[in-house]
Structures are given as structure tokens and as C-alpha cells.
């Protein structure tokens, strides 16, 4: 059975069909990229999967449960976490809270527990820290922790939004441009934290311009334009793909 | 952690520290009309803790808290005069009357967003001053209650003056700072202020965002029943008109004036207004001679105006922010910033 199979989506705004009868699946441990020129789809693609609307038509399925049109929160229950092409940052709390924030659904002191802590709140609030540090820790901002999440410099926060999405231990993560904004450096850390994701068995989807990263580290490419599917295959098929080539260099090519 | 514990120290260190004010200023006023003073300070303080917990940390506005001041109030007087309840038990009742009606009428109301749940809040506080008007049988109509309130007493400690409810009333205070902070620093408490943060993404975390708002906006009304049913027993007489649409604004400046995302702002931003709005009743008419109630409203505008264009964070924000940088002077004598 496929982690997450996708068939026939459509998503219109008005008149514009923004993602249009697009269909692929996902098995589980594999790293993925979704690329395409801009205004492809990729973005409305993710809001799509985690919730944020319903599609006009199609159906997504996640470990075999259709997730079509469940809320947004339902969704992330369900272990499918994400990061954000415009950063979603919790300005006002600490890098270390904005982690915190990430254990909700793997933790369960409700109203009257969080009003009166008592020694199960409390040592379950002792958990999550001590998780959320772990998190940190894989990248790369345990000295950061007790630091206002604002404050850090934007490829920080990039991290930061991972650290986050992963303490809500996901068996899919869906990475939203986490390349872009990043210096090489910073890039080389990210493939390295990608990889190490991986090999706890996160099964990862990417939306990516930085082709160079893109070709290095993913299994399979699925190819968007104009909201419609244009190919799909292994870095290489996609790479000598005449259709792909047309779409990203226009007609004449080189 | 350890800069965690260090912090949870001084968390602890300021509750210390306030009690012992708490209970060293009623030695030290013995004039009655300011210890009155403070007994109300101390229940808006209530009121306000719970409004900034909705206002500050899961920001969501409400402009009608004043009502749910008044459904405590009104619950704790009906039972108690009419009915013959005992004053705790109705005051229970209020609390849990005034939360479920919120929860209730939260799930329509928490599906608006910004200004339309403010102008929702609003109408939800006028239709209950209406109901505390027009409703003569049970409430007594505009003229308030007839039959006299019953004193809050625990034994035979009955709380009849100002110097005994000013004990009750700050240790209840006190309490309702104390779990306002347990809240805050709480998984429920961190869920809230993701949301303040980006409700997007709190929601691609798993927080059920609508069901924590409501949540929230439940328990700041059962801190304003509390508040209410405080006024009630102090006062032992009351009217629709202190649970008006003026309390509700009153409620959010002084929110606002304390600084929203702090548990201690609702102290200072309470006892600031209510001093100014007491010293206005004195110096206005001498200023003004033929002016009414309505220049309260004026001076709430400017005030509300001042404080969000020079301090948006609130005075306790700012004051934070004051000692710091006056200590890291005192720490770095020679370097000038």
C-alpha cells in the first residue's frame, strides 16, 4: 500500500484551475520533489494535502484513509506535518516553545490540567521539553533555545520551522522551498538533516527550486505546469525529458 | 532547562513578592475610601486577568465581558436574596452557568475573525444588558435588585467591611494571577499563543485552533462570573448599569494599558485606570463644570490612542524593558549606547 496516494485533484479559484486532475502516489521512505515553474501549482498542491481547502474534485488518500476535505489539524493528527514557503514562525514565543508547540498532538494535558499542574502535567511537560531539545539539537539550534523565535537570522528560522514539523514526529513531511532563502552552506546542513530525516523513516515531500539539490537527493520528481502533471520519473528520466526542457527553457532550448 | 528553571525561579520569586505587598498594604492604608478602592481594583483585576488571557495570549477580542461580569453578579444576587442559596454554592453556579452560556454562544461568534468578533462580542454584551433591563421579575429591571445581598462569610468570618474583603478579594485575585501563569506556561497555554502567532501554522501542527478559542473565551468568562459575583457580595446591591457596554470598554483599556501578554499587566493597567477614572470624578467637574459621565469615554479614547501608538506592548512591557536596559548600563558603565 502507497503512504499517500493522490488521484485526479483539481483545484479551481474562480475560473483558474490552480491544480488540475493531477494523480501520483508516494511510498513509504522516499524523498520526493514536486518542481515546476512558478504559479505551477506546487503551493496549492500542499494546501491541498495538509487541508487548508478542499479540492473541487479528486481525493487524496494517506495510508489507505481518504483525508480529502478533513481540517487542517485533523490532518497533522493523522502524522502528516509541514513548513511554509512564507515563514509561519510563532513570533512571540521562544525557539524552544515554538517546538514545544509541535509535541501538542503527542501530548494531552487538557484545559484543567494545564489550570492545576499537577505531577502527571508536570512530568509530561518535562517530556516535551526534553524532545523539543532533541529536535533542536538535529538542527543545529540547541544554543538557541531560550532565544525569542523572531530574532533568529531567516535561515535559522527556516530550521527552526523543521525542528518544529518534526517534533509532531510525522511519518510524511512536506517541505515547502526549504532551500530557498539559504546559502550554500546552510544548504549542505539542510541535505544532511533531509538525509538523517530519512533514515528515521520520514518519508519526505519537497516543493524546490535549487535543481542542483533537488537532482542530489530525491528519488522521484513529479513535474507541474500550468497546475497540470507534465512528468514524472527518477531525476535522470526527468532531466532528458523533452516536455520538462520545453517547459523550464521555453521552445528553443540551447 | 537550567535556563528554564531559572526562569520558573523567578516566576515563583515575583508571586512571593506580591503576596507580601498584598498583604502588607491594608496595615498600611487605613483610610477606608482607598481601601474600597482597592477591594475593586482587585476584582477588575480578576476580570482583566481573564480577558488577557483571551486578548493577549490566543488574541481574540471580546468587547462584551462586562455581560458575563454581570451574568456572576445577577446569578450570585438572584439566588442569594430570591432563593436563599448559600453565597458559594451561587457563585459556583455563576461560574459554570456564565462558562457554559459563552461556550455555547462562542461557536457561532469564534467563526468571525478580528473586527467582526469584536462588533460580535459587542452585541453579545448589549443583548445581555438588555436582558438585565427588561427582565423586571427576575432582575429587578434598571432599578436593580430589591431584596438586599447577602455579606460573603466562610464560618463565622463574615466579610462586612472593607479591611476583611480586601483580604478576600486579593487572595482570589492572587489565585486567579497564579493559575492565569499556570495557563500560560501549559501545553493548552502555548497552543493559545501559536495561534496569536499564525493560526496557520498552528493548525498544521494539530492544534484545533476553534476548539481552543473556545475554550479560552470560557474560561475568561467564568474568571469575570467570579469578578461578578465578588462585586455583588462586596456591594450588596446591584443595578444593570455597571455591566454595561462602558465596563466592557473599560475591561479591554485597562488590558491593554497593563500590556496584553503579561500576567501581571492586568494589575498595573486595572489599578492605573481605576485610580485616573476616580481622580477624573474628583478634578473634572472643577475643570469642567457642566461635565457629565461622558467624558470618561473621551479620556479612555486618548488614552487607549497613547498607549497603542508609544507603548503597543503595554506599561509593564515597557517598564520590563526599562529595567533592563538601566541594568545593562549599570553592568557596562563605560560603553555608551
Redesign the interface.
Known amino acids: 500500500m502507497k503512504l499517500l496516494e493522490v488521484t485526479e485533484l483539481t483545484k479551481s479559484f474562480g475560473g483558474v484551475h490552480a491544480v488540475s486532475n493531477i494523480s501520483f502516489s508516494v511510498s513509504a521512505g522516499e524523498i520526493v520533489a514536486v518542481i515546476g515553474p512558478n504559479g505551477a501549482g506546487k503551493t496549492t498542491l500542499f494546501n491541498l494535502m495538509?487541508g487548508?481547502y478542499p479540492p473541487t474534485h479528486g481525493h487524496i488518500y494517506f495510508k489507505g484513509t481518504d483525508i480529502t476535505s478533513l481540517?487542517?489539524?485533523?490532518v497533522?493528527?493523522l502524522g502528516i506535518?509541514?513548513t511554509?514557503q512564507n515563514l509561519?514562525?510563532?513570533?512571540?514565543?521562544t525557539v524552544?516553545?515554538n517546538v514545544?508547540?509541535?509535541?501538542?498532538?503527542r501530548?494531552?494535558?487538557?484545559?484543567l490540567?494545564?489550570?492545576?499542574?499537577l505531577w502527571p502535567?508536570q512530568s509530561?511537560?518535562s517530556k516535551?521539553?526534553e524532545s523539543s531539545?532533541e529536535k533542536l539539537a538535529l538542527t543545529g539550534l540547541a544554543d538557541k533555545?531560550?532565544e525569542p523565535a523572531g530574532s533568529l537570522p531567516y535561515g535559522q528560522q527556516k530550521m527552526l520551522e523543521i525542528a518544529?514539523?518534526i517534533a509532531?514526529e510525522p511519518e510524511l513531511l512536506l517541505l515547502d522551498e526549504p532551500a530557498a532563502g539559504l546559502n550554500s552552506s546552510e544548504t549542505r546542513e539542510l541535505v544532511d538533516i533531509i538525509y538523517t530525516l530519512r533514515d528515521q523513516g520520514i518519508t519526505i515531500i519537497l516543493v524546490e527550486h535549487d535543481m542542483e539539490t533537488v537532482m542530489e537527493i530525491t528519488d522521484r520528481l513529479v513535474v507541474l505546469n500550468f497546475g497540470n502533471k507534465l512528468a514524472e520519473g527518477t531525476p535522470y528520466e526527468i532531466q532528458n525529458n523533452q516536455e520538462v526542457i520545453t517547459a523550464y527553457l521555453g521552445e528553443e532550448g540551447f | 532547562m537550567k535556563d528554564l528553571l531559572r526562569q520558573k525561579r523567578l516566576r515563583h520569586a515575583l508571586i512571593l513578592l506580591f503576596t507580601l505587598i498584598i498583604f502588607a498594604v491594608p496595615f498600611l492604608v487605613t483610610n477606608n475610601y482607598y481601601l474600597s478602592v482597592l477591594v475593586i481594583i482587585g476584582i477588575h483585576t480578576i476580570v482583566v486577568v481573564g480577558l488577557c488571557l483571551l486578548m493577549g495570549y490566543a488574541g481574540q477580542i471580546s468587547l462584551g465581558h462586562a455581560a458575563f461580569y454581570g451574568l456572576g453578579a445577577y446569578t450570585s444576587g438572584i439566588l442569594t436574596s430570591t432563593y436563599n442559596v448559600s453565597p458559594w454554592l451561587a457563585m459556583l453556579a455563576g461560574a459554570v452557568g456564565t462558562g457554559i452560556i459563552a461556550y455555547l454562544i462562542g461557536i457561532p461568534i469564534f467563526r468571525l475573525k478580528e473586527h467582526y468578533l469584536a462588533l460580535a462580542t459587542l452585541g453579545l454584551g448589549l443583548i445581555i444588558h438588555v436582558v438585565l433591563m427588561e427582565e423586571v421579575e427576575l432582575t429587578g429591571g434598571p432599578s436593580g435588585l430589591s431584596k438586599g445581598i447577602p455579606y460573603l462569610s466562610i464560618g463565622s468570618l463574615v466579610f462586612n467591611n472593607d479591611f476583611k474583603y480586601y483580604f478576600l478579594v486579593w487572595i482570589l485575585a492572587l489565585l486567579a494571577v497564579i493559575l492565569a501563569n499556570n495557563v500560560v506556561h501549559s501545553r493548552i497555554g502555548r497552543a493559545l499563543r501559536s495561534i496569536h502567532g499564525s493560526e496557520f501554522a498552528a493548525q498544521s501542527l494539530g492544534v484545533d485552533t476553534g476548539r481552543h478559542k473556545l475554550q479560552v473565551f470560557a474560561l475568561s468568562a467564568i474568571y469575570a462570573s467570579v469578578a461578578g459575583s465578588l462585586y455583588a457580595h462586596y456591594i450588596t446591591f446591584i443595578s444593570p448599569s455597571p455591566f454595561g457596554l462602558m465596563t466592557s470598554v473599560q475591561f479591554v483599556v485597562m488590558a491593554v494599558v497593563g500590556g496584553l501578554a503579561s500576567i501581571w499587566g492586568p494589575i498595573l493597567g486595572v489599578s492605573v485606570i481605576t485610580v485616573m477614572a476616580e481622580g477624573l470624578k474628583e478634578f473634572m467637574p472643577l475643570l469642567i463644570p457642566q461635565a457629565g459621565g461622558e467624558y470618561e469615554i473621551v479620556v479612555y479614547g486618548i488614552i487607549l490612542v497613547v498607549i497603542m501608538i508609544f507603548m503597543p506592548d503595554g506599561l509593564t512591557a515597557t517598564l520590563v524593558k526599562a529595567y533592563e536596559s538601566w541594568r545593562y548600563r549599570k553592568e557596562r558603565p563605560n560603553e555608551t549606547s
Request: charged share 15%; no cysteine; hydrophobic share 50%.
Open positions: 495538509t487548508v481540517p487542517t489539524h485533523k497533522a493528527a506535518a509541514r511554509f509561519q514562525i510563532f513570533n512571540n514565543m524552544l516553545e514545544m508547540v509541535g509535541r501538542h498532538i501530548s494531552r494535558t487538557g484545559l490540567g494545564a489550570v492545576f499542574p502535567v509530561e511537560e516535551i521539553v531539545l533555545a531560550m518544529r514539523a509532531l
